[in-house]
């Protein structure tokens, strides 16, 4: 029940999510806190109880919020220095895909907004004294929230400064990849095609056919929207290919269970249906769990690049991939029954998900015995838990192209043992 619930608002909840994603959102709405704070000041007269050394202490806010002001406004280019340095680190030494990640950082987002709003608040009360609002009951309220500002500010630069010993490292960065691909992963897992009914041949046979309006990747699909759509329209629907896939102008996005005939009535529904999908020009990490495999094997392969060369990284990277498909063989073995009655859905491409994860490391680390070492044992692992069919092509791959490469005896010793306990896998 709780399930069908989240799942019947999951279009709205996405909607803000990705809001709350935005670094202005937070800006804006600390900005307008404290400009709210600074304006109430003057007005508020009986809250604070009034004795002599608070209103004798009163008479220093003037200094006290333009010490904030200036402060704040250097710390804030400063901090807006170090996250541009960031995302342009990450891009170079990762992927550019993993960039998305440390804009939505809450810790950065949080502090960027506290440094602003308390910036604001003290341009509004420095406003306000020169220009008389305030008296001398009002000083005293806005001391005290000036006391609490900067309290505030103190504690967001505390945890901004502890955040920023592995803000856009390395290892920061596979961190967030494996998350953000772990929980997409476990969701799928758990609820098979997102809740929806298997798709059949049959309905891509009858021909009636949803065309996308646009062409860009698939970044997000409204199951519920679907679902209630579809029950008004009597109909079932079929999706033509799940969250991640780019789909050009007129290809198929749903097949029907029925035509949509001409007419008003039908434009609404064919508008109604197309509403569910949210088409942009990149992939999401949200409902594509396929996608962070991709990121994530882009951070190792460029770590195997000549220009960089650090297996040390591509392992790491390994080891995350396989922690991500482990996570997602675990969640489907007790997988939830379909949510939705009227919506089919693609299972999750598992070769495809394999072989754009391994493929990289298959490919750029063949002449590492140490990347090729941990690989066999990668998927050995997720032969054991219930990958084997795809395990497997993709060993003897690596298993031949190491061969090609390996220098001396030991190094391959160690590589074909790694790969028997793929194939002795059940």
Do not use: C
Request: overall charge neutral; glycine content about 8%; proline content about 4%.
């Amino acid at each position: 029940m709780f399930r069908r619930f989240s799942l019947m608002n999951e279009g709205l909840l996405y909607a803000a999510r990705e809001l709350w994603r935005k670094p202005w959102v937070r800006v804006v709405l600390f900005s307008l806190l404290g400009i709210a704070v600074a304006r109430l000041s003057g007005y508020i007269t009986a809250v604070v109880p009034i004795d002599l050394s608070i209103e004798l202490a009163a008479g220093s806010v003037d200094s006290l919020l333009n010490i904030v002001a200036s402060s704040m406004l250097a710390v804030t280019t400063f901090s807006v220095g170090i996250l541009v340095s960031s995302y342009s680190g990450a891009t170079q030494t990762a992927t550019p895909r993993a960039t998305d990640l440390l804009v939505s950082d809450p810790t950065a987002q949080n502090a960027m907004a506290i440094f602003i709003g308390s910036f604001l608040f003290s341009i509004v009360g420095i406003i306000g004294l020169s220009a008389g609002f305030y008296n001398s009951q009002s000083r005293v309220v806005l001391f005290v929230a000036t006391l609490g500002m900067i309290a505030l500010i103190v504690s967001a630069l505390l945890r901004w400064i502890n955040h920023l010993n592995s803000f856009g490292r390395m290892g920061d960065i596979i961190e967030r990849i494996e998350n953000a691909a772990t929980d997409a992963a476990v969701a799928v897992g758990e609820s098979p095609r997102w809740g929806a009914l298997p798709g059949s041949d049959d309905m891509r046979t009858l021909g009636h056919v949803l065309a996308s309006p646009e062409t860009g990747a698939i970044r997000h699909i409204d199951y519920a929207h679907l679902e209630s759509v579809a029950e008004k329209a009597g109909m079932v629907v079929q999706l033509a290919h799940p969250a991640g896939h780019y789909v050009h102008r007129g290809e198929p996005l749903l097949y029907l269970s029925q035509p949509l005939n001409e007419g008003k009535r039908a434009q609404e529904v064919a508008g109604d249906l197309a509403g569910a999908f949210l088409i942009a020009d990149k992939r999401g990490f949200d409902q594509d769990p396929r996608y962070g495999l991709i990121v994530m094997s882009e951070v190792g392969s460029r770590a195997l690049s000549a220009s960089i060369n650090d297996p040390g990284t591509a392992i790491d990277v390994l080891r995350a991939g396989t922690r991500i498909l482990l996570a997602f063989h675990a969640a489907r073995e007790s997988p939830g029954p379909p949510v939705f009655t009227r919506v089919a859905g693609p299972d999750l491409d598992l070769t495809k998900a394999y072989q754009e994860f391994f493929a990289p490391f298959v490919r750029d680390g063949s002449d590492l015995a140490e990347v090729q070492e941990v690989l066999q044992k990668s998927l050995a692992a997720l032969a054991r838990a219930g990958g084997a069919d795809h395990a497997r092509p993709l060993a003897d791959r690596a298993l031949k192209a190491a061969l090609g490469e390996a220098t001396n005896a030991a190094d391959e010793a160690a590589i074909r043992a790694a790969h028997a306990q793929v194939r002795r896998a059940p």
